[in-house]
């Protein structure tokens, strides 16, 4: 099947690599960023989440209207809107941008110091289990033609009713991410896309497996997102090269305290235990830098715990091939970020996006030619 190809756009330039440079709201480069997107032949862009960051849906309005055909996913972290009130607002969105061009990523929280800034000290357990209850009642408030009640654990409705409904057929898809227990029973539960990041093939294909089970036994079936940093370059070493100049620069800033996190801007008020899935990622990183051949885990293991930063490394055409590996394990959707965001995605236009569309169109072909 065709993949879908999702980049991720800030407001202010900024990567582990490269310092915030400039306001940290700058609608200039939010449209550049957008429109470079666009131009590069990406699908969708996802707009992250921090209890410090500029508000998504704002950002994803700008992004929107920018932009002729890009589509946004927007993350959103449950428990501080309620689901009736962030339906309305995802579909008033879907209609005012040309319909069909919204989706939402729920993420339910791996740093409690994160929840804590906007003041939410619940449980991660109580909160997977929130999260599951609020995309049940978003669900319902996007699709429901009559006013229905809901009293659950965590949220009370009398005559929830939404007049406003999807602008298409296609609805507002819904993400999610999370590797824990708690989380795959969420995610089989209620996601359309499962977010993963970019571990090794064979863990990925583990959690592919665990999460078609889970999901099987609700009658339902999933797709798969992974997230990766593409280090691309004309030659091999020249890539590896660049992938050790990424690496000086982080170390440098990290050494004089400096951020490029555009997700974060805020420092982390403490230590603390983080999500499976980027401890995951640690533990990987401890094993060796590289796996699988071209999966760089250097920042990984540099930067501590944190999502998506194993990159795969390479030309255009290794780097696509690698990614595509993953497309054969049942990855349909891949976000790709840059060390540095908006020359990347300029650079990516040119022949990586190209070939990793012709890549799954010929796995496609042949797949088809064996049935026949």
Do not use: C
């Amino acid at each position: 099947m065709p993949i879908e190809l999702l980049g991720m756009i800030a407001t202010t330039a900024g990567s582990e690599s490269k310092a915030l440079d400039g306001p940290v709201i700058d609608p200039a480069y939010v449209r550049d960023f957008s429109l470079a997107h666009e131009e590069a032949g990406f699908d969708r862009v996802l707009i992250g989440y921090s209890a410090s960051s500029p508000d998504g849906f704002a950002v994803a309005s700008a992004a929107l209207n920018a932009t002729e055909k890009l589509k946004v996913l927007i993350a959103h972290r449950p428990g501080f809107v309620p689901p009736t009130i962030v339906a309305r607002k995802l579909v008033t969105l879907d209609h005012l941008t040309g319909g069909g061009r919204v989706a939402i990523h729920h993420i339910t929280g791996g740093s409690e110091a994160d929840q804590r800034r906007d003041g939410d000290y619940s449980e991660k357990g109580d909160r997977y289990r929130r999260t599951g209850e609020f995309i049940e009642v978003l669900r319902k408030t996007l699709t429901e033609d009559e006013p229905f009640d809901h009293h659950g654990e965590f949220y009370d409705f009398d005559g929830a009713y939404s007049a406003a409904k999807p602008a298409t057929d296609a609805g507002i898809p819904i993400f999610f991410g999370g590797l824990s227990s708690g989380a795959v029973e969420v995610g089989a539960k209620a996601a359309d896309v499962y977010m993963l990041f970019g571990e090794p093939l064979a863990d990925v294909a583990e959690h592919i497996r665990t999460i078609r089970a889970a999901a099987a036994k609700e009658g339902r079936t999933i797709e798969f997102s992974l997230s990766t940093r593409p280090i691309i370059a004309d030659t091999e070493e020249e890539a590896w090269a660049k992938a050790d100049q990424i690496y000086a620069r982080t170390e440098q800033l990290l050494a004089s305290e400096q951020t490029g996190n555009t997700l974060a801007f805020a420092k982390p008020v403490s230590a603390e235990r983080t999500a499976v899935s980027a401890d995951r990622l640690q533990e990987h990183a401890k094993r060796g830098d590289v796996h699988d051949e071209r999966l760089w885990l250097g920042i990984t293991r540099l930067t501590g715990p944190s999502g998506n930063s194993t990159a795969p490394v390479g030309t255009p055409e290794q780097v696509a091939e690698a990614l595509l590996k993953y497309y054969d394990l049942g990855v349909t959707r891949f976000l790709i970020r840059g060390f540095d965001p908006l020359g990347d995605v300029r650079d990516w236009g040119k022949e990586l996006v190209p070939l990793l569309r012709e890549g799954a169109r010929l796995r496609d072909e042949a797949a088809e030619a064996q049935v026949a």
